[in-house]
Nanobody, 124 residues
């Protein structure tokens, strides 16, 4: 099982980025996929999560509701995190993760596999 996150970069406040989480050796559609972020000196926090295909309910942190959108691209075995109206407070390393329980746990400790992080920097 492998997850690879990409798409981070430097963007001005108010700008947009789209992060990608690509799966290898398993089908992302069958599992919940969560996006987390960790800013320097802070704990890792959940940003968004999407339940397995067929359910597809999504969960967002209050801090990103209305600005971020999580979605699936099944043919590409990819989950995206579209980030709009970015703020300097969104600056962090972003990770994607999955867990075998079929839910979207709030705690990062409940996720079983993680991709490497991708850095998002939002300048003011």
């Amino acid at each position: 099982v492998q997850l690879q996150a990409s798409g981070g970069g430097l963007v001005q406040s108010g700008g947009s980025l789209r992060l990608s989480c690509v799966g290898s050796r398993f089908t992302l559609d069958d599992y919940p996929i969560g996006w987390f972020r960790q800013a320097p000196g802070k704990e890792r926090e959940g940003v968004a999560c999407i339940l397995p295909r067929g359910d597809d309910r999504t969960v967002y942190a209050d801090s990103v509701k209305g600005r971020f959108t999580i979605s699936r691209d099944s043919p590409k075995n990819t989950v995206y995190l579209q980030m709009d109206s970015l703020k300097p407070g969104d600056t962090a390393v972003y990770y994607c993760a999955t867990e075998w329980g079929g839910t979207c746990p709030q705690s990062s400790r409940d996720y079983d596999y993680w991709g490497q992080g991708t850095l998002v920097t939002v300048s003011s």
